[in-house]
């Protein structure tokens, strides 16, 4: 019987797994370790607490300590992991003081996280340049920006972070740069839609240089940092972001002689166990496995981190739960356009040994005859061969029920249904918000269609 | 081969139908036959032109006349079909100048829609009692208001259309009054949606008489209408609308041999074929199938008759497919609030023999610390015993993605999920628009632990 359940690190992993724990025995004894002071802090809230939108950091917590200690679990702040010793079934770890102590184990997850890429770019560690993923950096940022009120601030990265840092830094008045070496910014989708993307940021002032990279920064004038680009051209700024990317924290896993797999996270199977014994590893440290294809993938998001951790909190306690796996569904909004995708893209598809192909069609959110209605774009991916859908890619302004309308796809692929099959659904419809056959159908009409005149080309 | 496809009805199924017909073959004709003049027109637009944000009635066509001729769709208006001839496969038909002619087919779809139920109430044919389902009803309504510019309004029966209407003439100034027999508004939801729902119109100033019935009404103080209730108050009002729910047109179909199944609708199989050959049947005339049940149904909806009209469509050309069946979803916009259901509530769950269990979360649309979170209540009934996802029903403001929620819960129906599968779906989110458990999630492991407890105390 697990006695002892202690969970290294407090994010969104950690935190189902303790509170799935929790709600399955009321005698096990649960144990938190963080290594910095901010219990279960939402990293994907940290671009609306630099845009002023969330005015306390505070607010940023899905619980607060006091929320989960009146679970009854046990929350050690500032208290870092040194090293797990899987024979003895223990963990040192050092207090902020420097105090050494070990602390025991039946079971034992590991959820360290990921930390920042640090591309090798020369003036990475120059003053008034960050990476952001954890609340230190955040809290670091924001008092820069108090201290030294920046107006100028580039931003190297097209990912998820930097679309919504454009969004939060505009709204905050600065001027704001983003320089990514992709073709288009947001390479989690197509380029059709990473094109509408940039366009709409060049559309709010943003300057955008995609196709570029970023060669080296320098001191210059003071607090500012010149960047050069590898086209000679430079630029500068009060304030630069990098935001290239994660990596797995795998150090104390891979110390205490864990297996690592795919992007060198820890391996684990469906029930969230690594290659030690009783030790389970969740969430962004972790490989997650894609429902579609079949394989470990590593995809580090705040909804897999939830879902690993509670499938560890479970079977930490005896219980039987397998993780079903993710699909990569992720929706972002950048100003006043929703960005959603779920599943594999051609150029996805194509590695894992497809025949895709991808249709792009223009609907209306809702019946064009009342009022408001706006354009939704919908990318869907299937199976020229088999018909299977493989995934989709939508593009709307706010209030298009983009964000949750891709989640009817998710839940498609999870079931693995062919395109043909999103024609049957019976999806809801009434003027103002929808259409009697859903953009989605029609989208899947509109592929159905390609698929056969593709066939009969060949 | 089939060389004439005749689709008596030009509404959803018709056109639906014949579109799809087109699609496969360029060599068919088509013809569609349409007792009044309005091929196409969305009935479910109807009360945004009552309401004035559809300005021309002209706009609430789906496809306009010329539209459907481009793809070489004969349309035949004002032209009554009279009579089919099973055995001599055709149509007898009546123009609007009374000429009879006799149109052959090799197949042939009935797609003739309801009509509106007129409840035994006497005073139903008083000038300024309407009932309202196809265009000449909408357009009687619009010029009785023009004409006699009514100031009280009185709706009775409190089911979709009139929660649209109430909508509706409250935005045009019109002072409104709904009886409603039924102990809340809206009875394909539970009460206290219904509740909430009747609150809502209450605070808009709409005088809400549930758990009452009209018993008479009769002329009263010159254009008026006084109605008597089953309490004996008494209600005037300078229009009346009478929305009791639509029964199947079916009497050509009788006329012929066609069989009748559930509701007095044209019974049907998968492939929508009905019991006479080379007749298909669909739409709101037919019978649906109820995919989560597997029993037919008689669930009269735009998404459904659109549906089976698709298959006959395929199928009158000689293909292959298969109606895959409804849910019964639905969603509705009363001002603004939004409530969308699917599935079997624990009522109708217990009919067919489940062990139904019925929860109810409050959650929030998004991330409560990012801005402009509102509450979004959710009513999820599964299975007892097995766990089974049966139904969900979502209430919340608009803006909170409440329409395109409810598919994601249909896509689980129609592949047969549990809750708890709902809580592996890989989800999307971002924090103005969603949570890292979605919203369903949550309700779905608000349901798991309610079903704990229910069992533990058997």
Same mark, same amino acid.
């Given at each position: ?27 096990? =004894? ?12 939402? @990293?994907?809230? @940290?671009?609306?607490?630099? $845009?002023?939108?969330?005015? #306390? ?32 079934? $223990? ?75 454009? #969004? ?191 249709? =792009? $069609? ?44 891709? #989640? ?14 999103? @024609? ?35």
């Amino acid at each position: 019987m697990t006695q002892h359940f202690l969970i290294i690190g407090g994010s969104d992993a950690g935190i189902s797994a303790a509170l799935r724990a929790r709600e399955l025995s009321s005698a096990v =004894e649960i144990t938190m370790l963080l290594a910095d002071d901010y219990p279960n802090f939402s @990293i994907c809230g @940290i671009p609306f607490f630099l $845009s002023g939108e969330v005015p #306390d950091w505070r607010n940023l917590a899905h619980r607060t300590r006091a929320d989960i200690e009146a679970k009854d679990i046990r929350v050690l702040t500032n208290t870092q992991a040194e090293k797990i010793d899987p024979d003895r079934r $223990s963990v040192m770890v050092r207090s902020r003081e420097g105090n050494l102590s070990e602390l025991p184990y039946d079971k034992l997850l590991i959820g360290t996280g990921a930390r920042s890429n640090r591309p090798p770019i020369p003036g990475l560690d120059l003053p008034g340049v960050f990476t952001l993923r954890w609340m230190d950096e955040a809290r670091a940022i924001s008092a820069y920006l108090t201290e030294h009120n920046p107006t100028r601030v580039l931003l190297v990265g097209g990912g998820y972070i930097n679309m919504e840092l454009c #969004d939060a830094f505009e709204r905050a008045g600065l001027h704001v740069t983003l320089v990514e070496h992709h073709r288009t910014v947001l390479k989690t989708v197509d380029a059709s839609f990473g094109e509408a993307i940039g366009d709409r940021l060049a559309s709010r002032n943003i300057s955008v240089r995609c196709g570029r990279r970023v060669v080296f920064m320098e001191r210059s004038n003071g607090n500012r940092v010149e960047a050069t680009l590898d086209d000679g051209s430079k630029l500068s700024a009060d304030l630069v972001i990098v935001a290239a990317g994660a990596r797995p924290e795998t150090q104390l896993a891979v110390d205490a002689g864990a297996g690592l797999g795919v992007g060198d996270a820890i391996r684990v199977n469906e029930r969230m166990e690594t290659s030690l014994p009783d030790v389970f590893a969740a969430g962004d440290c972790a490989e997650t496995w894609h429902a579609l294809v079949g394989r470990p993938a590593y995809l580090p998001l705040g909804t897999t981190a939830h879902k690993q951790g509670r499938v560890a909190g479970e079977n930490a306690l005896g219980g039987f739960a397998e993780y079903q796996g993710s699909l990569g569904t992720q929706v972002v909004r950048v100003f006043d356009l929703v960005v959603s995708r779920t599943g594999l893209k051609d150029s996805d598809a194509k590695v894992y040994g497809f025949d895709p192909l991808t249709t =792009e $069609s223009k609907t209306w959110d809702h019946k064009v005859y009342y009022p408001g209605a706006k354009e939704l774009r919908i990318r869907l991916t299937g199976d020229r061969r088999t018909g299977a859908l493989l995934g989709a890619q939508l593009l709307g302004e706010t209030a298009t029920e983009t964000a949750k309308r891709i #989640d009817t796809v998710a839940a498609l692929l999870h079931a693995r249904r062919t395109v043909a099959d999103l @024609i049957d659904q019976d999806l809801s419809y009434t003027p103002p918000l929808g259409s009697p056959w859903d953009p989605l159908q029609q989208a899947a009409m509109d592929w159905l269609r390609a698929q056969h005149s593709s066939n009969l080309l060949r």
